[in-house]
């Protein structure tokens, strides 16, 4: 990345903590902006800062202006080249791939097979099945893959039937707490474990060994916990009704064919297998439109505008992010493994978890148990805010318009995702 003046390294983290709190407050925008007339300027103005997705894009087009003013435009084109938005273009495209009634109903078998294996009565064995089976699926086809979906399906089959709002929040709280941590059974999908695995060697037996089996055990407990907590209300769902197999009219769709699943199949692995070629997997994903539209009459609506939205929120997270380091590496590299531990896990809430770990990969003296307490601890913070990690945006995406006009609360957010936090920090723990 391009190296930046002091003063604007400042002003950059000053538009940081500005979007950091902004994002705690989209839902009293989205209350403001109800009080003026539908359509006028304030209703719309006010609207616009209540969408959790262009916060950090909104401040980060502030800290572009000030750049370009202060430093003249070509040193602000010089500073968007340094950066790598092949993450924020990766989650848009496997958002898409991933929304579409194929994957959606290959995923939806896979989970009903499982679920049918459990000898508990139908709902509670689908929400326990898609909150465990999903986010670990997650260290296969990648993290925001299993966001997106592991998100629709919760989705189509709990937040549609009208769940009450306390299960919508642990529901939304566990799986975010559940996908940073489910990715970390290898070392290619959590964005996290990415930024270090190659440089610090940590193949899949490192993985498995100090990291796999804590975050199964994180997972299975977690969901446990909040599926026992809310079985009477789950009882009561029909979790074998798919609204995701009729048309918006209510008439009965296709029947998807098999070619055409593995079809789409065939893409989504491709896509995986070069999520870090830009060019590569965009080329993939233009193809994939092709077979798209040739088999339009078993799809539902291609998600388009919600991935552009995500990958907006987190182009905004990559030109506010990077200049944070003046700051967070002299604070990660001055503590011990349980301070660091901590103090990362608590970081992650405010910062990506990817950027804690990234920082961590440029220090050569740090320990062996610092580098696990650094990327430990950004996996279990991973959960508290749509910001802490990548897949996140992509989840509050689709489940926000469930929550109602005012959409999900960042602090009801937090809140129902500290105990499974406080679940997987404990297993997590650096006891060595």
């Not at 003063?7 to 705690?24: E, G, K, P, R």
Request: proline share 5%.
């Amino acid at each position: 990345m391009l190296e930046l003046t002091q003063t604007t390294q400042y002003v950059a983290t000053a538009c940081f903590s500005l979007a950091i709190l902004h994002t705690f407050l989209v839902k009293r925008f989205q209350t403001l902006a109800a009080r003026y007339p539908q359509g006028s300027v304030g209703e719309n103005f006010f609207h616009l800062l209540g969408e959790v997705e262009i916060v950090f894009g909104f401040w980060a087009g502030i800290f572009l202006a000030f750049l370009a003013g202060t430093e003249g435009k070509n040193q602000m084109r010089e500073y968007m080249l340094s950066l790598n938005f092949t993450e924020p273009g990766f989650v848009f495209v496997i958002l898409a791939v991933c929304s579409t009634r194929p994957i959606l109903h290959a995923a939806s078998a896979l989970m009903d097979t499982l679920a049918r294996l459990l000898p508990l009565p139908k709902p509670i064995a689908a929400y326990w099945v898609t909150l465990v089976a999903g986010p670990l699926l997650g260290s296969f086809i990648t993290e925001p893959a299993a966001m997106t979906v592991t998100a629709l399906i919760l989705l189509d089959r709990f937040y549609s039937r009208g769940i009450s709002s306390r299960l919508m929040y642990a529901t939304l709280g566990l799986l975010f707490v559940n996908i940073s941590i489910g990715g970390t059974l290898t070392p290619f999908a959590a964005p996290p474990v990415l930024m270090v695995a190659a440089k610090w060697n940590w193949d899949l037996s490192y993985m498995l060994a100090n990291f796999g089996w804590k975050a199964v055990l994180a997972v299975v407990i977690s969901t446990t916990f909040v599926t026992f907590r809310f079985r009477k209300e789950l009882v009561r769902l029909d979790a074998e009704a798919r609204p995701e197999a009729r048309a918006p009219g209510g008439a009965k769709k296709l029947r998807v064919p098999f070619w055409v699943t593995l079809a789409h199949l065939g893409f989504l692995a491709l896509i995986v297998v070069f999520a870090h070629d830009l060019v590569i997997f965009a080329g993939l994903f233009f193809f994939f439109l092709g077979l798209y539209t040739v088999t339009q009459e078993y799809q539902t609506e291609l998600k388009l505008r919600e991935g552009m939205l995500v990958m907006f929120f987190l182009g905004g997270l990559v030109m506010l992010g990077g200049p944070q380091r003046w700051w967070l590496e002299p604070l990660l590299t001055q503590l011990s493994t349980v301070p660091l531990y901590l103090g990362a896990a608590a970081l992650t809430a405010f910062t990506d978890n990817a950027a804690l770990t990234y920082l961590g990969a440029q220090v050569p003296t740090l320990a062996m148990e610092a580098r696990y307490a650094l990327v430990a601890g950004a996996v279990v913070g991973g959960g508290m805010t749509v910001i802490a990690n990548a897949p996140n945006p992509a989840g509050f995406g689709i489940l926000n318009r469930s929550f109602g006009e005012t959409g999900i609360s960042p602090g009801g957010l937090a809140l129902s995702a500290l105990s499974p936090t406080l679940i997987a920090l404990a297993i997590f723990w650096p006891w060595g």
